[in-house]
Every structure is written in structure tokens, then in C-alpha cells.
């Protein structure tokens, strides 16, 4: 059985999806009619910065549902990706990126701004071969024990072909004053068997409380999901304060 090779690129999309249920509206005037939106929450108008913006602000969505395209350039608040080679074992590359956030006037569908969220607190770990078991420190061990005057330092073994690396997505709206966070974080882990030629990729960590997060790994053309997951019924922008804190898992077999 030929061996697993390749580019594996793995992502992670938190994204607002063209319809939440009792949420979004339907622009119906100007150059924005047909797309959908979501307003401008009434407590962010408790800000002072907020205040003189339109009575129908909002903001719109990515005008899409759950990723059709399967691509890492889909468009989302805010997307982590990265690169990796296999069996190489080689972050080729990691980044974060966002397709930027339109205001707009409901009413009459005009814009009124554009732009983009600050991604610097998105933040990619270093690709690690994982421990052996569950981690635990071990000593070497026929020989003479360590002792205060001859310490002998700690082996941690690893597995060379399981793989992880973390990732942290941290990023508001840039166009609402003390807007707060979307956030995600998690750890993928990488288990390659090359007596049976297959990878396992998953996913294990946190989301934020909105909006839709998807995750999907890519191997030689072939894209398969690592999970979707829509917000809670009911869950609006004002439910982003604190820390992501919904667990969510998913892996996927390759080929």
C-alpha cells in the first residue's frame, strides 16, 4: 500500500452565516438589496463613540451558509489556516486572515464603512511530535538513580508520527467601538500509520457563543470536515463576552 504524502492544509472559519433565525434582515433598498445583516446591538449604543451611528445601522453577514467551496479563502470573520507537509512533518505555513466588515444602512442599503479586524492576537503553536501515552515524565531506567550531585535530567518520549499543533483566534468588529471578541481555541492532532498508509486528522477545543465555526482538512485535493457548527438558537452578537466556551471535537480519515 503506497505510503500517506502530500500538502495537508488545515482551517478553522468563524463566520456569520446569511441566515440566523429571528436575528438577520434582509437589505431590500439600494446597492446592498438582497444581501442580510445583522443590526448594531442596542447596548453598544451605550458607548459614546457609537452614538451618532445611523438608527438602521448593521452589519453584514458572509452571505453564505456552511463552506459549498470547501476553500480556506471562503469568506468569515475571521479564518486560521496551515500548511503542512506529509510525511515531512513540516509547518510550511501558517497565517490568519478576515474578509473584512461592511456597515451598512439597512433602510436605504447604502454602505457607510468598511473594515477589517485586527488579527494580531491570532496566534499558531509550533507543530510538536506528541508524548507517548498520556505525556507522562519518565527516567531512564537500568543504572544508578539521580542524585542531588549527578541530577540526571528527565526524558519525555514522543510518538514521531502524531503531530500537534494549537491555535488561538481572538478578533472584534472593527467598526463598532469596544466590540467584543469572537474567540476560538483548540489543539489538531496529526496521527500518521504508515503500516496502513492512512492520517487521521482532528480537531478538540472551544468556541465562542456566535457565530458559525466550521473546520476541514485538505489532503491532495480531497476535503473533508472536521466539524460545522451553527450558534446556539437565540444566540446573537451580545453573547460574545468572556472566553469561547462551547467543547467541540471532530477528526476525519484520509484517504
Avoid at 28 to 48: D, E, F, Q, Y
Avoid at 142 to 160: E, H, K, S, W, Y
Avoid at 172 to 190: E, K, Q
Wanted: charged share 10%.
Amino acid at each position: 500500500m503506497a505510503a500517506i504524502t502530500g500538502e495537508l492544509t488545515i482551517w478553522i472559519n468563524a463566520f456569520i452565516p446569511s441566515m440566523v433565525p429571528g436575528y438577520t434582515v434582509t437589505v431590500t433598498n439600494g446597492p446592498n438589496a438582497g444581501k442580510t445583516a445583522v443590526p448594531l446591538p442596542g447596548i453598544a449604543r451605550l458607548n459614546p463613540l457609537n452614538l451618532f451611528k445611523d438608527w438602521s445601522a448593521g452589519y453584514l453577514t458572509d452571505q453564505r451558509n456552511f463552506s459549498d467551496v470547501l476553500l480556506p479563502d471562503a469568506r468569515a470573520r475571521m479564518t486560521s489556516f496551515a500548511r503542512i507537509s506529509i510525511p515531512g512533518a513540516t509547518a510550511i505555513s501558517v497565517g490568519h486572515r478576515t474578509s473584512g466588515t461592511t456597515q451598512v444602512n439597512m433602510d436605504s442599503g447604502a454602505t457607510t464603512g468598511i473594515g477589517k479586524a485586527d488579527l494580531s492576537r491570532c496566534i499558531w503553536g509550533t507543530l510538536m511530535q506528541a508524548p507517548i501515552g498520556d505525556g507522562s515524565v519518565l527516567f531512564p531506567g537500568p543504572g544508578l538513580l539521580p542524585t542531588p550531585q549527578f541530577p540526571r535530567a528527565p526524558v519525555i518520549t514522543t510518538n514521531p508520527n502524531v503531530l500537534k499543533i494549537s491555535v488561538k483566534g481572538q478578533a472584534s468588529d472593527p467598526l463598532v467601538s469596544t466590540a467584543a471578541d469572537i474567540d476560538y481555541h483548540g489543539t489538531f492532532t496529526l496521527t500518521l500509520d504508515p503500516a496502513a498508509s492512512t492520517l487521521v486528522v482532528s480537531f478538540i477545543g472551544l468556541l465562542d457563543s456566535f457565530p458559525a465555526f466550521e473546520a476541514y482538512a485538505s489532503l491532495n485535493g480531497q476535503t473533508k470536515a472536521l466539524f460545522t457548527s451553527l450558534p446556539p438558537p437565540g444566540n446573537t452578537v451580545t453573547d460574545l463576552l468572556g472566553d469561547a466556551n462551547r467543547p467541540i471535537q471532530g477528526s476525519v480519515l484520509f484517504p
